[in-house]
């Protein structure tokens, strides 16, 4: 009893003045407040429930989102490369080995989950598996096919059917070319797609998650039984139930009942006509409200009000900890470190840090500040190229002026492990004038996910044959150095006679020598002078920094040799010939880049009616 005693005066001296008053107010207001106080938890619990069933379902929705985005990504590409090739001729061999170099790079992205890529393609079924189908095997008669034509050059995910080689239930995604009649696809299991949902349900067995398109048929659930079911055309009522409870929804939180049990469904959109649907028991809620209304009438009756609001106010605080502590803990997994900088004081706390270099660093060394110990850290923990770079990130001293109002700034670079890090600064608190007064720097592993993201883009900006930048990304390069200000040589050639050589040694030599060019170019020109292929036998290449004729001059001689010197052994000694087009943009030049290119092109042209390799540089617009 004296311990009791003992413990509550610490209580009462931890609340203080302002804190003792409710407990003697309460007694006084308990009658009046009981009807307030329940319809206030009751919405809270309400509430509480909604957003944890509306977060599991954001979760659950963007894993598929991100799995299926990874590998659907894939037909875009793939799609723009395979026009890209009809578009120069290409045959269907070379397109097939293309599919066959870019079912290898799946095995990053989506290992055991398809078989590759593969499509309809000039009349012909290739496949990058090297899958040969039957005789009975039409592809223009398969869904995937259909779907896609139906689309006219959208993408398009089609619900699951039962593939032709496998024999599995699949998932396709696919789209229509730019000829209306190639198509181009990729197949994924929905067993993958299942699995991902049982395990979701797995770890809550309380609930239940099912993937469900527009028409109502279940793709997938975490009862394996219910894949395939229609819920709109069921005629079991409670699965009819849950479709009409998602139209009329509006993708917002809604309950059902199923017998004399009440259940919420919260849906999440992942395709246009995909939904993600998570489904929790309301009981636990329910009990909860039923709880506080038999202790708020036993509080009343046995009238030891005051004894129950401080057990109430205990345990209200321990529960506000414990999840705060849940709360700080669950973030902390994310980030390998987390420190909490004052930017009054210029003091250092450690909130959570795994790196044990880290934590030597910071316990064995004596700091005057903040500043010093984050430039430590920084140089001891970054590579090479990132180091100036994230140094100057953590200056304390303009960290207000670079953040203002927003609550977050981050930075992503190398550790010494050479592994992609991202850095983020979050505001933890901010003065009455708004100024930042402590912030939160954590740095979290993002190396998987940044080598995926730059291998994604290097396959969306490269010209698959002769790995230089493709029109797109290339013009888009030279258009952003212009508006920057950064004038030079623009330099536009295309090979003489092109077709001859296709004619009489075939594509596949044509397409050696465009290899054999590309290399030609990469030896003439400097490591930041952008260079690309426009498409078929025309590259361009654009040197900052050239701003005359002088100048220029000596490189175009240059690469004139490297392609006259190319040894391409089918050729039989052929010495490749180019009509080169020179164009120069001063830094104080302000017209747009295609009329940067016209000027090129017109000396391009001026140069064919020489014979052999030939440039000419442009001048004005009164010598054409």
Known sequence: MRNKIIGFKKLLKRLGFLGVIPFILWPLFFLLVTLVVFRTEYDMAMTIVEDKTTIEAYDVAEDFKDYIG????????????????????????????????????????????????????????????????????????????????????????IDPYIDARTGKLVVTAAKLLSDKESVIAIDIWVSRMQQMTE???????????????????????????????????????????????????????????????????????????????????????????????????????????????????????????????????????????????????????????????????????????????????????????????????????????????????????????????????????????????????????????????????????????TMLNNRGSGESKIRDALKGGEGGMFVLFDVDRFKSINDNFGHNVGDKVLVAIGAAVRKTFRENDIILRLGGDEFAAFTPGIYSMEAGKPVVKRLISSIESMNVPELSGMIVNVSVGVAFYQPDDNYSFEELYKHADSCTYESKKTKGSFATFYQNAADF
């Open 70 to 157: 990874q590998v659907t990504m894939i037909v875009d590409t793939a799609c723009e490369a395979v026009d890209d090739m009809l578009r120069q001729g290409d045959s269907v061999d070379q397109v097939q080995k293309y599919l066959e170099r870019k079912t290898l790079t799946l095995s990053s992205i989506a290992s055991g989950d398809t078989k590759g890529i593969y499509g309809y393609v000039k009349g012909q079924f290739v496949d990058g598996d090297n899958w040969v189908p039957g005789e009975d095997y039409v592809p223009t008669e398969r869904v995937w096919y259909k779907e896609a034509v139906k689309a006219d050059g959208a993408k398009v995910i």
């Open 199 to 465: 395990d979701v349900a797995c770890a809550d067995p309380d609930h239940e998650v099912m993937i469900m398109d527009d028409e109502g048929n279940i793709v997938s659930h975490s009862i394996p039984e219910e894949v395939g079911e229609n819920y709109r055309d069921s005629k079991d009522p409670d699965r009819k139930k849950i479709y009409i409870g998602l139209r009329k929804s509006g993708g917002k939180v809604y309950t059902i009942h199923m017998g004399e049990n009440e259940f919420l469904l919260c849906p999440r959109k992942i395709f246009d006509n995909w939904t993600v649907i998570t489904m929790n028991s309301a009981e636990p809620a329910m009990q909860e409200i039923h709880q506080l209304t038999r202790t708020v009438m036993i509080s009343a009756i046995i009238g030891i009000i005051l004894t129950l609001a401080i057990v109430f106010f205990m345990t209200a605080q321990k529960v506000k900890i414990m999840n705060y502590g849940d709360n700080v803990q669950s973030i902390a997994n994310i980030y390998v470190t987390m420190h909490k900088v004052d930017l009054d004081t210029h003091s250092f706390e450690v909130v959570a840090c795994k790196d044990p270099r880290i934590v030597e660093l910071v316990d064995n060394e004596t700091y005057s500040s903040a500043d010093e110990i984050m430039k430590t850290v920084a140089s001891h923990v970054s590579d090479d190229r990132s180091k100036k770079e994230l140094i100057e990130f953590l200056k304390l001293d303009n960290l207000n002026e670079r953040m203002g109002q927003q609550n977050t700034i981050s930075i992503e670079f190398l550790n010494i492990d050479h592994k992609w890090n991202r850095g983020r600064f979050i505001v933890a608190e901010r003065n009455s004038d708004g100024s930042i007064k402590s912030v939160i720097w954590a740095v979290e592993n993002i190396d998987t996910e940044r080598r995926s993201r730059d291998e994604l883009k290097y396959l969306a900006e490269t010209d698959q044959l």
